[in-house]
T-cell receptor
Framework: QKEVEQDPGPLSVPEGAIVSLNCTYSNSAFQYFMWYRQYSRKGPELLMYTYSSGNKEDGRFTAQVDKSSKYISLFIRDSQPSDSATYLCAMSADWGAGKSTFGDGTTLTVKP | GAGVSQTPSNKVTEKGKYVELRCDPISGHTALYWYRQSLGQGPEFLIYFQGTGAADDSGLPNDRFFAVRPEGSVSTLKIQRTERGDSAVYLC?????????????FGEGSRLTVL
């Protein structure tokens, strides 16, 4: 079983919808939780990161971490066609000094 | 350049051949990572350099894979006796290398196809 499991999707939603993306993990050592966005044939780019449990908001994006349940989520409000991409969750124990472990990604399509 | 540069962008080779993939990180970034991404999967960690030394090579799948970073900047991933299962996108990423500054800046990848 993988250390990080991500809801596989794909997801297709109408423009303006609220999107929920989720991952679970098994390694208790993970302290940093990241969401990357990847467009086709491009490298991933960081959207948000969170340290330990709690919520973090950045514009239309909200990241939630529940360490007790080993569950993380990314919410996208007022989704736009430009949000169409693959979203990867990633986690690490020592952010900046070691590897990150990625989920397999959820592909999101937002239809105009 | 401003971002992470990887060459070649595409490489087609025959089973059993030797391949080198190059990564030029963002200037000043001391940490450099190689990941491998197969179709429909997330990036899989291969190796992490801090400066010139490999701080963690636990993700290299076998001894056919080797990576170097002799001057602490450019890195080369070397694959010997390629197999069809090595076909994937090889992603390089760099980061500043300090604790709590772990954002990975990825290149666009080198797409390797082994026939």
């Amino acid at each position: 079983q993988k250390e990080v499991e991500q809801d596989p999707g794909p997801l297709s939603v109408p423009e303006g919808a609220i999107v929920s993306l989720n991952c679970t993990y098994s390694n208790s050592a993970f302290q940093y939780f990241m969401w990357y966005r990847q467009y086709s044939r491009k490298g991933p780019e960081l959207l948000m990161y969170t340290y330990s449990s709690g919520n973090k908001e950045d514009g239309r994006f909200t990241a939630q971490v529940d360490k007790s349940s080993k569950y993380i989520s990314l919410f996208i409000r007022d989704s736009q066609p430009s949000d169409s991409a693959t979203y990867l969750c990633a986690m690490s124990a020592d952010w900046g000094a070691g590897k990150s472990t990625f989920g397999d990604g959820t592909t999101l399509t937002v239809k105009p | 350049g401003a971002g992470v540069s990887q060459t070649p962008s595409n490489k087609v080779t025959e089973k059993g051949k030797y391949v080198e993939l190059r990564c030029d990180p963002i200037s000043g970034h001391t940490a450099l990572y190689w990941y491998r991404q197969s179709l429909g999967q997330g990036p899989e960690f291969l190796i992490y350099f801090q400066g010139t030394g490999a701080a963690d090579d636990s993700g290299l799948p076998n001894d056919r894979f080797f990576a170097v970073r002799p001057e602490g900047s450019v890195s080369t991933l070397k694959i010997q006796r390629t197999e069809r299962g090595d076909s994937a996108v090889y992603l390089c990423a760099s980061s500043p290398g300090s604790l709590n500054t772990g954002e990975l800046f990825f290149g666009e990848g080198s797409r390797l196809t082994v026939l």
